[in-house]
């Protein structure tokens, strides 16, 4: 699919997903709180959206627009002040990630090192969504690699989504950097693949978090 694709456990087949390494961490499925540190940097970006916008955000997918007007006003800081950018970016992106979390059957995995690394691994379909990134995309509207788009899946998966995606209408270059656009494709991607999988009962199981890493 794209260069972060990585060789499988299956065999040589290249899987698309990075696979993850010994520096990372993933949560339980059934877990009802986050990692610690996406805890409080979700917490932080509830802070910001509440002082942007007059309205607490409740993680809901409604709130996304509450996050699309939080990042108008984050744009321009991050225009005037660079250094504010990663740590923006990482607030953002724990925000979104628990909305993920909350909205489809997945866990977070945390690199120690790289929070831009960050990412949730999906239960029912073999997916991994980088919050961190997507969150970095949408401030700055620069997206070196438009093919990743923030998630990783099987290149058969992917193409699959292409389709799927030049079946509906596109949207603006405005929107395109918008958080809740990018959510809304993920949902997209959840509900193409699941209903591939309807197809494909014998080979339709569930991932786990051995799944994704080495």
């Known amino acids: 699919m794209t260069e972060r694709g990585a060789k499988g456990s299956s065999g040589n087949r290249d899987v698309g997903i990075t696979l993850a390494g010994m520096n990372t961490v993933a949560m339980d499925l059934d877990e ?118 923030g998630m990783e899946m099987p290149p058969d998966d992917f193409q699959h989504l292409l389709a799927r995606l030049d079946a509906i209408p596109g949207v603006s270059e405005d929107l395109f950097y918008v958080p809740t656009t990018r959510l809304e494709v993920l949902d997209i991607a959840v509900d193409a693949l699941l209903a591939q999988r309807a197809t494909r009962p014998e080979v339709a199981r569930p991932y786990l978090a051995k799944d994704y890493s080495v």
């Not at 990042?71 to 953002?92: D, G, I, K």
């Not at 909305?99 to 029912?124: M, N, S, T, Y």
């Open 32 to 149: 009802a709180h986050p990692p610690g540190i996406v805890t409080e940097a979700a917490a932080n970006a509830v802070r910001y959206i509440l002082a942007a916008t007059k309205v607490e955000p409740d993680f809901s997918f409604e709130s996304l627009a509450l996050v699309d007007h939080y990042v108008e006003q984050a744009r321009v800081e991050v225009m005037e002040r660079p250094e504010v950018l990663p740590l923006t970016a990482q607030t953002l992106g724990a925000y979104l990630g628990e909305v993920v979390r909350r909205r489809h059957a997945c866990w977070w995995r945390i690199d120690r090192k790289d929070p831009g690394a960050w990412r949730l691994e999906f239960h029912q379909v073999y997916v991994a969504f980088y919050p961190v990134h997507v969150a970095y995309v949408c401030l700055t509207e620069q997206d070196a690699d438009e093919a990743f788009g």
